[in-house]
């Protein structure tokens, strides 16, 4: 069983930042591409950002200038630091590790408001 274990969600004010992360198994964080999704109420789940073992980062356009994807190799975690957050960024976020199979996290709820 492959277990992928979120933390840092919470509450925000519109204009503030969180920083999400995600640890996986060494195996899976040194082989998979590693990325958050999100899903808010009523909606798909979407992707927000991506990461390669190689380097390469790909992101959703409306997250674009103000997220950022990055790897912490000592941890073999992922992290998703999100600045400038807005109303519409609420949603419940998920780590996923995508490579012969799809992994997910539990989710962790990411709520902007004033």
């Known amino acids: 069983q492959v277990q992928l274990v979120e933390s840092g969600g919470g509450l925000v004010q519109p204009g503030g930042s969180l920083r999400l992360s995600c640890e996986a198994p060494?195996?899976?964080?040194?082989?998979?591409?590693m990325g958050w999704f999100r899903q808010a109420p009523g909606n798909q789940r979407h992707l927000v950002a991506q990461?390669?073992?190689?380097?390469?980062?790909n992101y959703a356009d409306s997250v674009k200038g103000r997220f950022t994807i990055s790897r912490d190799n000592a941890k073999s975690a992922v992290v998703l630091q999100m600045n400038n957050l807005k109303p519409e960024d609420t949603a419940v976020y998920y780590c996923?590790?995508?490579?012969?199979?799809?992994?997910w996290g539990q989710g962790t709820q990411v709520t902007v408001s004033s």
């Open positions: 996923n590790a995508h490579g012969p199979m799809d992994y």
């Open positions: 060494r195996i899976i964080f040194s082989l998979y591409t």
């Open positions: 990461l390669t073992r190689d380097g390469y980062t």
